[in-house]
Nanobody, 124 residues
């Protein structure tokens, strides 16, 4: 059974930074693909970033490229999303997702395991 718990969301001014954490349960975390997605009110859940098992292979949505960094600490079963230069349009609930198969997946329907989400609000 995989359980994911996000933390680190909050209210920040435009241009500020936040770091989200996703703590995972499970003995084979190091082999999972970990993804971050977000969902703004009235919009569909969208891809933000993923990191595959080693952490060396990362992919970002164009909208966050150069501002967000995804990383992972396999020793502590935790994935992170460092968000810099935040913009009001980054406001959303952010979710982490896990894929134990270790694939390079950018669509939400490809993930079976999700955290509860953490709210990020960026004021202008």
């Amino acid at each position: 059974q995989v359980q994911l718990v996000e933390s680190g969301g909050g209210l920040v001014q435009a241009g500020g930074s936040l770091r989200l954490s996703c703590a995972a349960s499970g003995r084979t975390f190091s082999s999972w693909t970990m993804g971050w997605f977000r969902q703004a009110p009235g919009k569909e859940r969208e891809f933000v970033a993923i990191t595959t098992r080693s952490g060396g292979d990362t992919t970002y949505a164009d909208s966050v490229k150069g501002r967000f960094t995804i990383s992972r600490d396999n020793a502590n079963n935790t994935a992170y999303l460092q968000m810099n230069s935040l913009k009001p349009e980054d406001t959303a609930v952010y979710y982490c997702a896990a894929d134990p198969r270790g694939g390079n997946y950018k669509f939400s329907w490809q993930y079976d395991y999700w955290g509860q989400g953490t709210q990020v609000t960026v004021s202008s």
